[in-house]
């Protein structure tokens, strides 16, 4: 999933991948493992833990801890979306991004079924 919530606040993984150089993005990705560790990022949908990833294959993302992930269709969801689908949204991401820096880009909005 791309967005989880710290200290009341939702956030995005992509925000990684926007710092500048290669020290703000370390530093950057230090914090969210920190408070990954520390319980801090919750999912949106269920309220669990979740932990901050990002490898050399994978854009960056959150996870339920262990244990959480089945409990959850939020994080179900974001498995079945292809490649494709996810480089495209965090394309979008960062568009969006650069022509609006102030602003709150979701492109996980989850709307309720009625």
């Known amino acids: 999933m791309l967005n989880c919530i710290f200290e009341g606040e939702s956030i995005s993984?992509?925000?990684a991948k926007e710092q500048d150089d290669y020290q703000k993005r370390k530093e950057f990705t230090l914090f969210l493992r920190h408070a990954?560790?520390?319980?801090?990022?919750?999912c949106?949908?269920?309220?669990k833990p979740v932990e901050f990833r990002w490898g050399e294959v994978r854009m960056p993302y959150f996870a339920h801890k262990d244990g959480y992930a089945h409990q959850c269709d939020?994080?179900?969801?974001?498995?079945?979306?292809g490649k494709l689908?996810?480089?495209?949204?965090e394309l979008l991401y960062h568009y969006f991004r650069g022509l609006y820096p102030d602003a709150k880009v979701r492109l996980d909005f989850r709307l309720e079924n009625k």
Do not use: D, I, Q, V
């Open 85 to 89: 689908h996810k480089e495209g949204k």
């Open 74 to 81: 939020y994080e179900e969801a974001f498995k079945k979306e």
């Open 13 to 15: 993984s992509l925000m």
């Open 36 to 42: 990954s560790r520390n319980n801090g990022l919750t």
């Open 44 to 47: 949106e949908e269920c309220g």
